[in-house]
């Protein structure tokens, strides 16, 4: 009896059985490649969002330069012929460590992004954690993706009733546990952004979970019965744009929202509270009373704060400094895993987020103690150049590369993975 091939294997032979047909990958293999066409295929407008990062770029280069510092050591002859990629995290089975990173306004990157993303999750058995700032409303992400495993991206709002709502919805979607992002209080300074003018939000896009939501609705209400001063806006062509486009993506009929002015009053309501900045360890302590779903703190990267989220019940976190986007010049969040995991030891989970753009990445911060890691701009890319196809893309090479890693230096599974299979590298 013949073993079947594993993820990697299996790969490589349906693009190699393409190839003797004269065919092509669209999504290409490696990072670069990948980067560069999705680049053309976006507008500046959505490259700046997904691919810019905060100031001079320095912490998406550190996260970067973090993994090079680490090479992976192949032991031979061990005889594993086959692998298992499954891991456990928060008393669930995953198929693989990699899950799909929240990220916002991904309607830059295509129609309906959240949808694409979603279907791809659950065609390739990857967890996907539904971003609070979505293009489409978590109840229709859920719709498609059956029983496939999503988690709920929280930003803590100013109102504490929305926070409770977006709870409330996340865990009748069938969300298995709530990810607070800590590290957006306010926005990060973005060049790429400010250069363009561009925030995608002020244009109402990235912000379905708000409009979709009913204590959302009831406020922007409230503000519409009891409009305060506000100064008027200069009737530009950019103007007339930005309105158009406010009033394209709100929920309902183009004609009526322009008669309307709900589509600004939410843009201008999702602005003033989306997020907290005065958010602190008294917020977080609350969620043990406001939802059953286990907690994942996102963002995390000293050892102490680490420390105090375990110690408040948080199930795991996620150490992750934003993809580089919030400050510049920050560690590097594999340097923040190393430092945490060596503080606290095997037990609590944790997952890396930034920096992961291939399967052998996701074999390093595995060998550094990652319990799981979350995949971010490389989905979005393959988003930009075949949608959903495009997503699953990326997923399936990521996934083949971590499997034949794997195969080549020996490890039969993912608890195999540890520091004796790699060693860091003098600078």
């Not at 607070?180 to 379905?208: E, H, K, M």
């Not at 204590?215 to 309105?243: D, K």
């Not at 309501?269 to 977080?284: A, R």
């Not at 400094?321 to 969040?333: E, F, K, L, P």
Request: glycine share 10%; aromatic share 6%; proline share 5%.
């Amino acid at each position: 009896m013949t073993s079947a091939p594993g993820p990697g294997i299996g790969r490589l032979n349906t693009i190699y059985r393409q190839g003797v047909l004269g065919r092509r990958p669209v999504v290409p293999a490696d990072f670069g490649e990948l980067e560069r066409r999705a680049r053309r295929a976006s507008s500046a407008r959505a490259w700046a969002y997904v691919a810019g990062g905060a100031g001079e770029g320095r912490t998406m280069r550190r996260n970067r330069a973090a993994f090079d510092k680490w090479a992976t050591v192949p032991r031979m002859a061990s005889g594993a012929v086959e692998r298992d990629l499954s891991v456990e995290v928060l008393g669930e089975r995953h198929a693989t460590p990699v899950l799909l990173a929240p990220i916002g306004a991904g309607a830059l990157m295509g129609a309906d992004s959240d949808l694409h993303i979603a279907r791809a999750a659950a065609a390739t058995r990857t967890t996907y954690v539904f971003s609070n700032q979505g293009c489409n409303p978590m109840e229709q992400c859920a719709d498609v993706m059956g029983d496939a495993s999503r988690w709920f991206q929280l930003y803590w709002s100013k109102d504490e009733g929305l926070v409770d709502s977006l709870i409330a919805r996340a865990e009748a979607s069938g969300a298995r546990a709530l990810v607070v992002t800590l590290d957006t209080t306010v926005l990060g300074w973005r060049p790429q952004d400010l250069n363009l003018g561009s925030l995608p939000f002020s244009r109402g896009q990235g912000i379905a979970q708000y409009t979709s939501d009913p204590r959302f609705r009831q406020i922007v209400a409230e503000r519409i019965a009891a409009p305060a001063e506000r100064q008027a806006t200069p009737v530009t062509l950019g103007a007339i744009r930005t309105l158009f486009a406010m009033t394209r993506n709100h929920p309902g009929s183009f004609w009526a929202n322009l008669r309307s002015p709900e589509p600004r009053a939410a843009v201008e309501t999702f602005l003033d509270i989306y997020s907290n900045p005065g958010l602190s360890w008294d917020h977080l302590a609350t969620l043990r009373e406001r939802t059953r779903l286990p907690v994942v703190l996102k963002g995390i990267l000293h050892p102490d704060d680490a420390r105090r989220a375990f110690d408040l019940g948080a199930d795991a976190i996620v150490v992750s400094n934003h993809g580089g986007r919030q400050v510049d010049n920050a560690v590097a969040s594999l340097d923040a895993l190393v430092a945490i995991r060596d503080e606290l030891g095997p037990e609590p989970t944790l997952l890396l987020d930034s920096g992961i753009r291939s399967g052998a990445d996701v074999f390093t911060a595995l060998a550094l103690g990652a319990d799981a890691v979350l995949l971010g701009r490389p989905y979005m890319y393959g988003l930009a150049l075949a949608g959903q196809r495009g997503v699953e893309d990326v997923i399936r090479n990521v996934v083949a590369e971590l499997d034949l890693t794997m195969a080549l230096t020996g490890a039969r599974d993912i608890a195999s993975i540890n520091r004796d299979l790699v060693t860091a590298q003098p600078t």
